[in-house]
């Protein structure tokens, strides 16, 4: 699978698309604010009379409101606490099937926003888009200040090699993977992740910052429930299909999903070999699978089933990989099944997103 070619966030602002189902990554971004605040304060208070114009890169930005809403709080941020006044050069990187087109038809609205809540004596921002894989080099030599990446580190570049029938019965690692699958899936993790790491470590200015949420897991072991649940459930949704003759099980063994969720200890591990940046902080975080309810609470009358919201979320972010293997009337039937089996589940226990931010300074 061409991961690069094919994976795209849900498009548009229907109502499968990333844009109207994208509260969980705003929730991440939000907990991960104190630490993105800190490292543009300090990018900012250690190089006050050297920098005249700032770039900044957002990869794996997607489009929907999340993409703009982070840059926002940025130049609002730097603006209200910095007398000196920048110039912006904004670069939003995503894969190249990414619906970059409503991200610039955005950008009109977005400054005139930006002017209503700061005046409109703010630093001009210059907007780019940055087509292409941040598993490769992206941008000049030394030409950025600040990287943010929020909930895109998690996918890997490829799903890793010979994955295929040997992972029986499981489209991401459960607990019946053997270890061969668990150690392919690490090693394919260290592999980018270094990667990017190199890439980065080549764009960035000595002392700049970056700041990086993914999801990942607090358990040692992958195969441990806390890995990723809302895939384990939905492993559990496509075999009942298998079981009544609806979907062929050969599918099932062919379908890996390419993304990974690190420890704290195998992230720093990877920083730390690599050798480009040092490592300011580490916060773990876990979102609830409540988490739209919670955002409503204080709102009276109003029902929410969160458990359609989790669902529709995970559609969002899968169904480009999804369709072209099992087709679209499976996966159809497949989100239908998987909302069903969310919300029993969602009653019966609670579950959990696990985050990783990871601050890092360039040396
Ligand atoms: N940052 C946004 C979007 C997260 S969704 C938010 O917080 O809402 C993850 C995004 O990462 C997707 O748009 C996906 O296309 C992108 N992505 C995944 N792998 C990538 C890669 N190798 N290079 C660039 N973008 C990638």
Redesign the pocket.
Known sequence: ME??KI???NSGVGDES?AKN?LL??K??SIAWPVIKKAIEDLCSENNNSITSLSIA???????P??LT?ISNLIKHIELHNNKPFQYQIFF???PS?DFNSIFISLQNFLEDLKIQIGADFGTCFFNGVP????GRLFPDKSLHFVH????LQ?L?QVPKEMEMINKGNIFIDSTSPKNVIDGYFKQFQKDFSLFLKCRGEEVVRGGRMVVTLVGRTDEYPSNQDYCYAFTLLNLALNNMVAEGIVEEEKVDRFNIPTFMPSPKEIKEEVLKEGSFIINELKVSKIDWNFYSTELEGTKHVFVDSSYNVAKCIRS?IESLMSPHFGEAIVEELFYRYSKIVKDEMSNKRSEFTNLTISLTRI
């Open positions: 991961v690069c994976l795209h966030m990333y994208s990554q705003q991440a971004t957002d990869l794996g930005c997607s489009s929907g999340n993409t982070i990187n995503d894969l990414n292409g894989s941040f598993y990446s929020c909930y895109s996918w570049s972010v």
